[in-house]
C-alpha cells in the first residue's frame, strides 16, 4: 500500500510492526486469513441485517439477530482497535478513506441503541468490501474506476449546467400543465405538476399523474420525445472526457502513480519507464 510507504507510517521492528504486517497487508497467510475472516464477517452482518427486515423474522429469530450484531460489532470495534494500535500515526488512518468508513459502521451499532430507526444503516457495512480490490490483489480494476472517477470531475461543471436546465425546463412546463389541466387530474397544485415533468422528462413515467386534455397530452408527447435526447447529453459529456483521460494519462505500471506529466517519459515516484499512452 504506497500511502503507508510514502507517509512512513509503519512501525519499527518489534511485535507492533508483525501486527501492521498482518492487518493492512495480505500478502502474508496470516494476513489473507485476516482479511478473508474480515470480509466474511461483514458479509454475514449485511445478511443478517437484511434477514431482520423481512416481516416476522425479528419475532422468531429476534435473540439471535441481538447476539449476533453484539458479536460482529465487538469483532469490528476489537478490529478498529488493532488498526489504531499497529499504525504510527492514528491520525493518518482515522482520516483516510478507509478509516471514516470502518468508524461509521461501528458507530452505526452503538447510535442505533439510542435512535433504533437508524438500526438498518448498519448495511453500509457493504462499504468496507472495497477491502477486496487490494486482498486479492484486484488493484487494477481500481485504477479503472480512477478513470471514470477522474472523467467525471472533468465534466462535472457541464453536468450541472444541464441538469440546472432540466430543472428550468421542468418548472416551466410543470406550471404550463398545471394551467393545461386546469389544476385537475394529479396536477392539483404546481409542484405536483412539476414532479410530474421530471418523472416523464427521464422516462420513468410512473403514471400516478397522467394528463387527460388534449393539449396536455401532446405536451407530454413533446416532454418525452425530448427526454429521449436528454438522456444522451451527459452520456456523451462523460464519454468525451473518458477518453481525453485515457488518452493524457500517464500511469506507471509498477507503482500505479498517475500524476505523471504527458510528455513524461519516466514514473516522478519510482522511476519506471512509461508506457505509450493509450488513446
Given at each position: ?114 435512535f433504533p430507526q437508524v438500526h438498518f444503516l448498519i448495511a453500509i457495512r457493504l462499504l468496507r468490501l472495497l477491502r477486496i480490490f487490494r486482498i486479492f490483489n484486484l488493484i487494477t480494476y481500481l485504477k479503472e474506476a480512477m478513470i471514470i ?51 416523464t422528462i427521464t422516462t420513468v413515467g410512473y403514471g400516478d399523474i397522467a394528463p387527460t386534455t388534449s393539449a396536455g397530452k401532446l405536451m407530454s408527447i413533446i416532454l418525452m420525445l425530448c427526454g429521449y435526447g436528454i438522456i444522451a447529453v ?46
Amino acid at each position: 500500500m504506497e500511502f503507508f510507504k510514502k507517509e512512513k507510517l509503519i512501525p519499527e521492528e518489534g511485535w507492533r510492526k508483525k501486527l501492521f504486517r498482518t492487518i493492512y497487508y495480505a500478502d502474508t497467510p496470516a494476513g489473507k486469513l485476516f482479511d478473508v475472516s474480515l470480509l466474511a464477517s461483514i458479509v454475514l452482518s449485511t445478511l443478517l441485517i437484511i434477514w431482520e427486515s423481512i416481516p416476522g423474522s425479528i419475532e422468531k429469530y429476534g435473540q439471535f439477530f441481538r447476539y449476533s450484531e453484539w458479536v460482529l460489532t465487538i469483532f469490528f470495534t476489537i478490529e478498529y482497535y488493532l488498526r489504531l494500535l499497529a499504525i504510527k500515526n492514528n491520525r493518518a488512518f482515522i482520516f483516510s478513506a478507509f478509516g471514516i468508513i470502518d468508524l461509521l459502521c461501528i458507530l452505526t451499532f452503538y447510535v442505533s441503541l439510542f435512535f433504533p430507526q437508524v438500526h438498518f444503516l448498519i448495511a453500509i457495512r457493504l462499504l468496507r468490501l472495497l477491502r477486496i480490490f487490494r486482498i486479492f490483489n484486484l488493484i487494477t480494476y481500481l485504477k479503472e474506476a480512477m478513470i471514470i472517477i477522474k472523467a467525471l470531475q472533468n465534466s462535472y461543471r457541464k453536468i450541472i449546467i444541464f441538469l440546472l436546465f432540466i430543472v428550468i425546463i421542468s418548472v416551466i412546463v410543470g406550471s404550463l400543465m398545471y394551467v393545461l389541466e386546469n389544476g385537475q387530474n394529479g396536477f392539483h397544485s404546481i409542484p405536483e405538476s412539476i414532479y410530474w415533468a421530471i418523472v416523464t422528462i427521464t422516462t420513468v413515467g410512473y403514471g400516478d399523474i397522467a394528463p387527460t386534455t388534449s393539449a396536455g397530452k401532446l405536451m407530454s408527447i413533446i416532454l418525452m420525445l425530448c427526454g429521449y435526447g436528454i438522456i444522451a447529453v451527459p452520456t456523451g459529456i462523460v464519454a468525451k472526457e473518458l477518453r481525453k483521460v485515457r488518452k493524457y494519462v500517464r500511469e506507471c505500471e509498477r507503482c500505479g502513480n498517475a500524476d505523471n506529466d504527458t510528455d513524461a517519459r519516466y514514473c516522478k515516484i519510482c522511476g519506471e519507464k512509461l508506457e505509450v499512452a493509450a488513446v
